[in-house]
């Protein structure tokens, strides 16, 4: 896996001990770019470390039943296991105390525990999905492109949305699932579904069947729309 200038192939190649940064509904998956708006003290001064080091984040939701009261999180939430490793690819200070920034994502981690810190924000010993590494075409040639493109289709037709279908058919299996399920505009159970899906062919029929449910939910029944 190429990630901007570095490239990730073996466990050597990935730390041991990773920053989070917990962030619900916010999706990042291996090969995706993920533009954020960083603001909060403490957040700044994991981007700062970062840069000074390895460049690597981890991406990862709170948990969605633990901790959390109406709509303000805790100060240290509890967190789902499953996150994404991101590289920054570029940073761009605002001038107002603010951070634009990129990452790339790299692979998906799984929390093991908790590094005693006095820094302010938190860190974890993690252990790496080293087969997110090694994606090829067998995996590609897994997906249903024909599916997936009729249950975006539908969505944006039900939306009365329009897309860029020359970009759409150009874009590798790859990139469309993982671009499309971080764009998608769905919860944060949905998008760890997709995050935690087992591989690029489970998590292409993940997003359909997610994408269906909507349908259906929102617009009567979805099956006649995926025809």
Do not use: H
């Not at 252990?127 to 997110?132: E, I, L, R, S, V």
């Not at 299996?173 to 499309?180: E, F, G």
């Amino acid at each position: 896996m190429q990630v901007g200038n570095a490239r990730y192939l073996t466990a050597n190649d990935l730390p041991e001990i990773l920053p989070v940064f917990p962030i619900a509904g916010v999706l990042l998956l291996p090969g995706g770019q993920l533009p954020l708006n960083v603001f909060e003290p403490r957040y700044l001064a994991l981007f700062d470390a970062a840069m000074a080091g390895n460049r690597l984040v981890g991406m990862i939701q709170p948990s969605l039943t633990e901790g959390l009261t109406g709509d303000i999180l805790p100060e240290r939430p509890a967190l789902c296991q499953v996150g994404c490793i991101g590289r920054i690819t570029s940073l761009t200070e605002t001038g107002d105390g603010r951070y634009i920034t990129s990452l790339g994502g790299v692979c998906r981690f799984r929390l093991l525990d908790e590094v005693s810190s006095t820094k302010p924000y938190r860190s974890f010993r993690i252990a790496p999905f080293m087969a997110d590494l090694k994606g090829g075409p067998e995996e590609e040639a897994s997906v249903d492109r024909a599916g997936l493109l009729a249950a975006f289709r539908a969505y944006l037709d039900a939306n009365k949305l329009e897309a860029d279908w020359e970009s759409v058919e150009r874009a590798s299996n790859l990139t469309l699932v993982n671009s499309l399920s971080m764009m998608s505009p769905f919860g944060p159970a949905e998008k760890q579904a997709l995050l935690e899906a087992p591989d690029l062919k489970a998590r292409a029929e993940t997003l359909v069947a997610i994408t269906e449910i909507v349908l259906a939910r929102s617009f009567g029944d979805a099956d006649t729309r995926l025809q």
